[in-house]
C-alpha cells in the first residue's frame, strides 16, 4: 500500500492483479489486517504481513513486537516480514528480539524473516555478521539497497558479509539503492545500468541458492517509494518519475532476466 494510501484496499488489490503480481505485501494495523486477508483472498492473491516494534523504552518495543508477531501470525500470512530491533539498541537486546520472533515462529507455524534495514539490527552488511553467527537459524528479507547507501559503495570490498547473508535470505524487496541513497531516482535510466546489474546479481545468487535447494517459490517484492524515497522537484514537490511505473518495470525486469 506504500504509495497507494489514497486507494481502498480493494481498489489497490484490484490493480496490483490487473499489472501482473501474484500477492502484495502490506504493513497493516490491528484493524486492517482481516480487511488485508479478506481482499488479498477474493482477488487470488497471496499475502505478506508486516511487523514492527514500538515504544519508548525497549520493554515496551519487546511487548509490542511480541504481540503484534502473535497477532499477525494468527492470520496465517504467506510469511511474516519482521523489522526488528534498533541499530541503537544493544547486542543483548537485539538477540533477545529475535528470539521473540523465533519462539513465535515455533508457537504458530508462521515463518518470520527479518528485513536488512537502515535503523534496524540489521542496517548494514559488517553490522549483521555478529547475529548470523550468534544465531544461526536467522533468516532474511534481502533489500541490500540499506546497505549499499550505509557503505556509500556497492559492497565490492564486502563479498564475505554480501554472501553469509545471501546464504539466509529468503525474500528480496528489489529497490536499487546507491552509495548516497537508498533509491535510485529511476532505475530505467541508463546512468543507474551499473547499479541495477549490482543488485541484480545479488537477487540472481539468492534465486541459484533456492532452486539448487529444490524451493518451489521465491518471493519478490517491488519496493520502489513514493515522494520521500523518490526524489521530487523543488518547490513544487513533484516527483520526478512514477513510483507506480518503476514497480511495473522492476516485476516486468525480473521475469524477463529469470525468464518466468
Known sequence: MWG????????????????GYDGMEISAGPDKRNE?????????LELILMAFGGGSNFTEH?????????????????FIN????????????????IQVATDVQKQTGVRILHET?????????????YYLLKVPELRLTADYSHWVNVAESYLSDQLENVNRAIAVSDHIHCRVGHPEGPQVN???????????ESHAKWWDAIRARLQKANTPTLTVTCEFG?????????????PIASQWDINVFMKDYLKKRWQV
Open 36 to 44: 488485508a486477508v479478506q481482499v488479498t483472498h477474493d482477488n487470488g
Open 82 to 97: 519482521a523489522h526488528t530491533g534498533h541499530d541503537y539498541f544493544t547486542f543483548e537486546q537485539n538477540i533477545e528480539l
Open 226 to 238: 513514493p515522494a520521500g524515497y523518490l526524489p521530487t522537484l523543488p518547490y513544487t514537490q513533484q
Open 62 to 78: 519487546k511487548k509490542k513486537y511480541h504481540d503484534d508477531l502473535l497477532d499477525i501470525a494468527s492470520y496465517k500470512p504467506l
Open 117 to 129: 534495514h537502515r535503523g534496524r539490527f540489521s542496517y548494514s552488511a559488517p553490522a549483521i555478521q
Open 4 to 19: 497507494m494510501e489514497s486507494l481502498s484496499y480493494t481498489e489497490a488489490a484490484r490493480r496490483v492483479k490487473t499489472a
Open 186 to 196: 529511476d532505475p530505467r535510466a541508463p546512468e543507474w545500468k551499473d547499479a541495477l
